[in-house]
């Protein structure tokens, strides 16, 4: 047994191994379930992260209530695109292996030391990435408790190889980001707002105005459906801990600032 308190060790001794021992490439004409879009965003009291809710396979539309943003611990949250097969099985890891950590060592596992797991995971998954039908590139929205007196919220993004970068401000990813990551940039930047400086109301707002944007010109990804109400998912990451906004505070915000 491992005596560093690394749960996924743990699992490999016993004989586990992250997604299916396959070689070659995808059968002709399969068709992964995949899912998009995501971002992340600072705002004046920590981290907002949100996804929309559709999963497609190809042309066809799977499930419209996908849950993208993933709580791992009290304090960080995992947004997901990509393969939710492989990205749910990660995040489920992740969550036991934080865990494990916390009973077996009795602290907290270190800032550096969840993103190193979190790299580690993806590196594991490269085999079914490299076939096309289990790439995961998900975007880690924590808030450091250790970070100056109060703490700070901080968005890591990762690559298919489980390389690590911070973002300063924003991330976003998923086939809908090309369409919103400009628009980012220019509120964060010429806006006279930054986003760091942007409170809930107005950041959920925007975060509303661009997956609909996002939707608008990215078949994957999915609109806001009130008559079914369908909405994206929104979790806030801040001292207190996490928050998950609920559909009816989420409906009068997109009626207030997306559909006046």
């Given amino acids: 047994m491992p005596n560093d308190g690394d749960f996924f060790s743990l699992l490999k001794e016993s004989g586990y191994r992250l997604g299916a021992d396959v070689t070659g490439s995808a059968p002709a004409g399969f068709q992964p379930t995949e899912g998009t879009t995501i971002l992340s965003v600072n705002y004046d009291r ?9 999963a497609t396979a190809g042309n066809s539309v799977i499930h419209d209530r996908a849950d ?24 489920r890891i ?32 490269l085999p079914m990435a ?6 995961v590139i998900p ?10 007196p109060e703490g700070k919220g901080k968005i890591f993004f990762y690559d298919a190889l489980g390389a690590q ?13 090309p369409a919103i990551r400009g628009a980012l940039y220019y509120q964060n930047r010429w806006s006279g707002q930054p986003l760091a400086s942007m409170g809930l109301e107005a950041s959920v707002g925007l975060v509303l105005r661009l997956l609909e944007t996002a ?4 078949t994957a990804t999915g609109g806001t459906d009130r008559r079914a109400a369908i909405f994206p998912t929104i979790k806030t990451i801040s001292r207190e ?8 505070e989420i409906a009068r915000i997109y009626s207030e600032q997306v559909e006046r």
């Fill in 46 to 54: 920590g981290v907002l992260i949100a996804g929309d809710r559709r």
């Fill in 68 to 91: 993208k943003v993933l709580v791992i611990d009290d304090h960080s949250v995992m947004a997901i695109s990509g393969s939710p097969a492989m990205a749910y099985e990660i995040a």
């Fill in 94 to 125: 992740l969550e036991h292996t934080f865990q494990y950590y916390r009973r077996s060592q009795l602290q907290e596992l270190s800032l550096e030391g969840k993103l190193r797991r979190v790299s580690r995971l993806i590196r594991e998954n």
């Fill in 130 to 135: 490299l076939q096309g039908i289990g790439a």
């Fill in 139 to 148: 975007i880690f929205a924590i808030y450091d408790l250790g970070d100056g």
């Fill in 165 to 177: 970068f911070e973002c300063a401000d924003f991330a976003t990813t998923g086939s809908g980001s």
């Fill in 215 to 218: 939707a608008e010109y990215d």
């Fill in 241 to 248: 801990g996490i928050r998950d906004l609920p559909t009816e």
